[in-house]
């Protein structure tokens, strides 16, 4: 005969009527053992285990709640230390102490302050008859309807209330029952598993749950199928939020869905519109776009002091209409003809310049002037005044006189002005003023033909920054007149990523310089060569064009190799290494998926981790540290690496140490690369996910540095503490049953026979760097990494 629930040969109780079996761990009972002393009771199997004696240990005090702690026991054999009131223990919790002795327990735990000496109490515990059940009739007879009365229950087994629902809450508990206890109408409602599946996927497909709906698919009260829905969101973590009538539950994937449809469909929309579609609080509406406009799932601002939200092509809208109606305008009064910011009406306004689609500048006066309402006002003061010094000109309008100079040399170039610039005098000369726009094709295509040659001369040189090449380029106007209207086109492979592929400059005076920086990432190593063009028009409105000579430039192949050194080591050699650095801000994301990305994107290279330090304080918010060090293949030297995340600056930077600067920036632009690609995955993962997220790359990385500890001998301590960590998050993704959970809880068990600063034997180190794979190879199956 075996247990019904755990195949176990040791039958404690066999049922009469039904013949099942039961172990003394299973069987339901309302037999009950107490220490009279602290009030803490015993189940028949846990007393039996201590002998019917009291656990408890006097002077202990428990992390969380200050409450006594007890002894108790794993099924493995190991003894571990656990609260009287509340959840906490040594076994799952910081600072995680489990030991096959009770003397070794006993140390650590006062070790950690958390008992004062070790004395247990002992006291006999007093004990209170009961009656034996069948936990299979007990079930079976929940099941049998879906509605039953606690009198049917209690009379049917002969048992007080309080025990019955003591044994309900123990089933629900261990999930071999789901159902709904009702202890004021004194009623338990039975929900089969595909009533419940049918529910979950009710919430996933559709995303709006009523909760009328719900009582009439259960047949019960609205007030009961509001616990089952608030049961279902408890246990399976379902984001979301109630209307304020707490008729409909809305999933935060339905709310998120339909918001930004909504917003992306009206352009501009109040936050209390949009709260009231769902029946939700205004504020809580606000942080759901706070969340999207974090996660770049709309591009919007809010607008209106917060109660409005704008998205950006709305705003890129009303600013082109705004500036074609009034022509010059301040941007104060544009920030608040838009109900927008003035910092953000400014950034727009620029980004409409930069891509052409507003053409115009800004005043001395801070005020923008359309390019179509500058060239009105200069013509109407050239048809005024005839003859008028350039700063004359340009306090009149509020632009600089290189400006002026510019519009007119290019109202000139197409005609609308019959004059010319005394560059020498600094005046402004017009005969005539046409009063229309004038564009002749033919007459641009003779300019461009007949264009002569001025003397501008363009020089190119490059370096490395930030793992990316900063491509220089300087354009000198060696001629008489200054030329405007400058654009200088880069022309790179496709093996870099340009952002700005060309940079405007408005003028160059005569005699003067001007130059402008590239900043392109390298995609592949190799030679390269890279060129461009320098477009202008000279002061008589021709345009030409000067080549920018090819510039060859090399990146350095990233390959490298594992490099066995210490920290020691690598703090001494950085002394003496060039470095370089890239930083990024990281206010959007969870730092500690940002660490963990930053390490995965490292460990595409054959590169050691040396150390790493996590530290997660309150007051100063996440840090965290790790050092990687590798040696070039080809090339020889050693490459450092250190990435550091801060919580409180919401940066994390990568700096690379390396004597070669082609080999610098090649590995650090790689990185990079990488570490995009890794952060643009950690954006897609979904809220909810991310708990178990960190957990499965912090057993990634803490297995690959255990491995990298083991290949150095390094101390049993710190090797046992990164075990530890694997451990506990192991626990949580696979549960209890993974055959993997007991091997490390044998070498944790091992590890625990080291000193302090004892270094891990050669034997040890060997039998357990071929777990650590194992291990990988075993995860990949089940966690799918």
């Not at 044994?167 to 999930?175: N, W």
């Not at 917003?263 to 504020?283: M, S, T, V």
């Not at 001369?457 to 200054?482: H, P, T």
């Not at 063009?533 to 920018?548: D, F, L, M």
Request: glycine share 4%; hydrophobic share 35%; aromatic share 8%.
């Amino acid at each position: 005969m075996k247990c019904l629930f755990c195949e176990s040969e040791d039958i404690e109780f066999t049922c009469e009527k039904c013949g099942s079996s039961f172990c003394i761990n299973h069987m339901a009972t309302t037999e009950q053992w107490e220490c009279k002393k602290h009030n803490v009771k015993y189940s028949k199997a846990k007393a039996a285990e201590t002998s019917y004696r009291c656990t408890v240990i006097e002077d202990s005090k428990c992390p969380e709640c200050s409450s006594l702690l007890q002894l108790d026991k794993l099924s493995s054999g190991q003894y571990y230390l656990q609260c009287t009131n509340c959840s906490w223990n040594s076994y799952l919790k910081t600072p995680g102490l489990f030991f096959a002795s009770k003397e070794k327990l006993a140390r650590e735990a006062n070790r950690y302050d958390l008992i004062d000496g070790f004395k247990l109490c002992g006291k006999k515990l007093s004990h209170y008859e009961g009656k034996e059940i069948c936990p299979k009739c007990f079930l079976d007879l929940l099941k049998r309807s879906s509605i039953t009365n606690f009198s049917t229950i209690t009379s049917s087994f002969n048992i007080q209330e309080s025990q019955m629902v003591k044994l309900v809450e123990k089933y629900l508990d261990e999930e071999r029952i789901y159902g709904i206890i009702d202890k004021k109408n004194k009623m338990f409602y039975y929900i089969p598993q595909e009533l419940k599946e049918n529910l979950l996927a009710k919430f996933n497909d559709e995303g709006i749950i009523k909760v009328s709906d719900i009582a009439m698919m259960l047949d019960m009260s609205s007030e009961i199928a509001l616990k089952v829905i608030y049961k279902l969101i408890s246990q399976f973590q379902i984001k979301g939020s109630f209307s304020l009538d707490k008729k409909t539950y809305y999933t935060q994937k339905y709310i998120t869905s339909t918001t930004i449809e909504e917003i992306n469909e009206e352009g501009r929309i109040g936050l209390k519109e949009l709260a009231d579609e769902f029946n939700i609080p205004k504020d809580l509406m606000k942080s759901f776009c706070v969340n999207l406009m974090r996660t770049k799932e709309i591009s919007a601002f809010f607008a209106d002091r917060g109660n409005e939200i704008i998205t950006s092509k709305q705003i890129y809208s009303e600013i082109q209409n705004y500036a074609d109606k009034h022509g010059k305008f301040e941007l104060k009064k544009l920030a608040d003809e838009l109900k927008i910011a003035v910092e953000l009406a400014r950034r727009s306004l620029h980004d409409l310049i930069k891509n052409g689609k507003v053409k115009g500048i800004f005043t001395q006066r801070r005020e923008f002037i359309t390019e179509q309402h500058l060239e009105k006002r200069i013509k109407e003061l050239a048809k005024a005044y005839r003859t008028m010094p350039l700063k004359e000109l340009s306090n009149r309008i509020g632009v600089t006189e290189s400006s002026i100079e510019e519009i007119l040399a290019q109202l000139i170039g197409k005609g609308e002005i019959d004059g010319y610039i005394d560059m020498a005098k600094k005046l402004f000369v017009a005969y005539s003023v046409s009063s229309v726009r004038q564009y002749s094709p033919a007459k641009e295509a003779h300019k461009q033909v007949t264009k002569q040659e001025d003397d501008i001369e363009v020089v190119r040189e490059y370096d490395f920054v930030g793992g990316q090449v900063r491509f220089k380029v300087v354009v000198r106007n060696n001629s008489g007149m200054a030329i405007n209207n400058v654009k200088v086109v880069l022309d790179a492979p496709s093996s870099y990523q340009i952002k700005e592929p060309m940079i405007n400059i408005p003028v160059i005076e005569s005699g003067n310089s001007r130059g402008v920086d590239f900043y392109i990432e390298p995609k592949e190593c190799g030679i390269s060569n890279i060129s461009g063009t320098v477009i202008y028009k000279n002061a008589k409105g021709e345009q030409n064009s000067i080549p920018v000579r090819k510039k060859e430039v090399q990146i350095k192949c990233p390959l490298v190799c594992n490099s066995l050194s210490t920290i020691e080591d690598c703090q001494t050699a950085i002394s003496s290494l060039p470095n370089d650095a890239r930083a990024f801000l990281i206010a959007d994301l969870d730092p500690r998926l940002a660490f963990r990305a930053a390490i995965r994107a490292l460990k595409n290279f054959e590169t050691s981790m040396i150390t790493s330090h996590e530290d997660a304080q309150k007051e100063k918010g996440y840090k965290a540290e790790a050092w990687f060090c590798a040696e070039a293949k080809v090339t020889g030297g050693r490459i450092i690496t250190r990435i550091f995340v801060s919580e409180s600056n919401q940066s994390l930077e990568v700096r690379v140490w390396c004597a070669n600067p082609g080999q610098l920036t090649g590995f650090l632009a790689k990185v990079i690369e990488i570490l995009f690609e890794e952060i643009n995955i950690i954006r897609k993962i979904r809220a909810d996910e991310r708990e178990k997220t960190i957990d499965v790359m912090a057993i990634t990385q803490n297995l690959a540095e255990i491995s990298d500890y083991c290949m150095l001998k390094w101390k049993a301590l710190n090797i046992r503490n990164k075990l530890h960590d694997t451990f506990v998050r192991l626990r949580k993704i696979l549960g209890d049953d993974n055959p993997i959970l007991g091997r490390i809880e044998y070498w944790l068990t091992v590890l625990n026979k080291y000193e302090k600063d004892e270094s891990i034997s050669d034997e040890d180190a060997q039998k357990l760097g071929d777990d650590v794979e194992k291990f990988k190879n075993v995860l990949a199956r089940s966690i799918k990494l």
